[in-house]
């Protein structure tokens, strides 16, 4: 699609005789607030760790700011600008929380020393910088997600995946990591959600598509997707 940051042109994956993507379509506007989400075992995790570069595609194209990126490897797509958070965040546990963002502002810079201001930028815009000295070992688990979205950030992203950041959190702390994603959009870094906290995807995205059985079902405004009956059947049956 023209004007498109990321495209997804009939993307499939298969493991084995299991189809996990069939042939999913998705584009992601520069700037946009995007949704995906879908059941268990939809394919969501699957879509990301192709576009991500962490699996190959079977079939189909990725394209990037109108490049083909398909066969690259991981690490160059992280220099074009793609980078992810996960669920489970696996800092450097010997590393301050500072130090922790040394290696992906560095590689960000193409092997040009990091500076310690930048890091301290990220740190104050994830909300972080007063444990800048602390190892993980001494963060909660909110502050262990914010040091996820703050590695990210140091590998200055153009597109952000963020994926279940708020997952076992508790309500005010999903709208405090809410409010970090929301300022992180204003800086104009594209997001793409993936969350299984409804409230959230539908107070954040400005559009979503919903996956179901490596297929796409449905795309629309939040609203659209909220009064959308396959979307309904998909997570709550017949």
């Not at 590393?95 to 290696?103: A, C, D, H, K, S």
């Not at 995807?201 to 297929?215: H, K, N, P, T, Y």
């Not at 939040?222 to 396959?230: K, L, M, S, T, V």
Request: charged share 20%; proline share 5%; with cysteine.
């Amino acid at each position: 699609m023209a004007g498109a940051l990321l495209e997804v042109d009939g993307l499939t994956k298969r493991f084995g005789g299991f189809m996990a993507l069939n042939r999913v379509t998705i584009h992601v506007n520069p700037g946009e607030r995007f949704g995906l989400i879908g059941p268990n075992g939809s394919g969501k995790t699957t879509l990301i760790n192709c576009v991500s570069g962490s699996l190959p595609a079977d079939g189909g194209r990725i394209v990037f700011e109108g490049h083909d990126i398909t066969s690259m490897p991981a690490h160059r797509r992280t220099r074009l600008g793609i980078v992810r958070s996960f669920q489970i965040p696996k800092p450097f546990r010997s590393m301050t929380v500072l130090e922790n963002l040394g290696i992906p502002l560095e590689n960000a810079a193409h092997g040009r020393a990091a500076e310690g201001a930048g890091a301290m930028e990220i740190l104050g815009t994830i909300g972080l910088a007063s444990k800048a000295h602390l190892r993980p070992a001494g963060l909660t688990q909110i502050e262990m997600r914010k040091l996820e979205l703050a590695r990210a950030m140091a590998a200055r992203p153009k597109l952000l995946i963020s994926d279940e950041a708020m997952a076992g959190l508790s309500s005010a702390e999903v709208d405090d990591i809410l409010t970090i994603l929301f300022r992180l959009s204003a800086q104009g870094i594209t997001i793409i959600m993936i969350e299984h906290i409804m409230r959230a995807v539908m107070r954040f995205s400005e559009r979503i598509v919903v996956l179901d059985a490596g297929e796409r079902i449905a795309e629309g405004t939040p609203d659209e997707i909220g009064r959308n009956p396959a979307v309904e059947k998909a997570y709550l049956g017949e």
